[in-house]
């Protein structure tokens, strides 16, 4: 069975500065997607950045970028000039490329902003 | 376009009563998943469906149901609640054949049982 692990329970960076997240999954198929979600003190999930496995180059969503290593099975988030409303949880996920069409989540890494 | 809705946003139950959440999922999607989302056991995924069929279930017991209508408006049902049950409720839509199916969240239904 998949596994997503974030190791890192709670981060904190300062303002303008950038931060890494960690991610990593355990799967033996070759065809699947992982995304990164944010989910503020609002609740509201919202989807940051997303990666096909099948893609060499690491997604960039203008702030936001992906360090995808395929053979370590690692997915980290990259936020550049953090900024206040950065602050949330952020969750990585992984999803099967076949007709399984369940998120497998990890635990989550609560991010704080220090102005 | 309208994001994915839930409704009720809030809900206080007793034990062993049954409980019937609402999700309308964004315009032109026709999935919507489920999902459990507690402190100790994290997100937890229910089920899906699409076009009023579902195709993937989570390891939870048959108390949880849940059905989707031929506009993709999507409910879940839970019997005999439990203590247990206490958690926030997320629905997700996505739209195919997006090869991603990226999904998009709706705010959730905080579910309470006492």
């Known amino acids: 069975a998949q596994t997503v692990t974030q190791s890192q329970p709670e981060m904190s960076v300062q303002e303008a500065e950038t931060v890494t997240l960690s991610c990593t999954y355990d799967?033996?198929?070759?065809?699947?997607?992982l995304f990164w979600y944010k989910q503020p003190p609002s609740r509201q999930m919202i989807l940051v950045i997303r990666?096909?496995?099948?893609k060499q180059q690491n997604a960039t969503e203008n702030r936001f970028s992906v360090n995808f290593q395929k053979a370590a099975k690692s997915f980290s988030l990259k936020i550049s000039d953090s900024q206040l409303g950065d602050a949330a949880m952020y969750f990585c996920?992984?999803?099967?490329?076949?007709?399984?069409?369940?998120?497998?989540w990890g635990a989550g890494t609560k991010l704080i902003i220090k102005p | 376009k309208a994001g994915v809705t839930q409704t009720p946003r809030y809900l206080i139950k007793t034990r062993g009563q049954q409980v019937t959440l609402s999700c309308s999922p964004i315009?032109?999607?026709?999935?919507v998943s489920w999902y459990q989302q507690t402190p100790g056991q994290g997100l937890q995924f229910l089920f899906e469906?699409?076009?009023?069929?579902?195709?993937n279930k989570g390891n939870f017991p048959g108390r949880f149901s849940g059905r989707q209508f031929s506009n993709s408006r999507s409910e879940m049902n839970v019997s005999t609640l439990e203590l247990g049950d206490s958690a926030l409720y997320l629905c997700?839509?996505?739209?195919?054949?997006?090869?991603?199916?990226?999904?998009?969240f709706g705010p959730g239904t905080r579910l309470t049982v006492t």
């Open positions: 997700a839509s996505s739209s195919e054949p997006e090869s991603s199916y990226e999904q998009y």
């Open positions: 315009s032109g999607h026709r999935s």
């Open positions: 469906y699409f076009s009023e069929t579902q195709r």
């Open positions: 799967t033996s198929e070759s065809d699947y997607y």
């Open positions: 990666q096909e496995a099948y």
């Open positions: 996920a992984y999803r099967t490329g076949d007709s399984n069409y369940q998120l497998i």
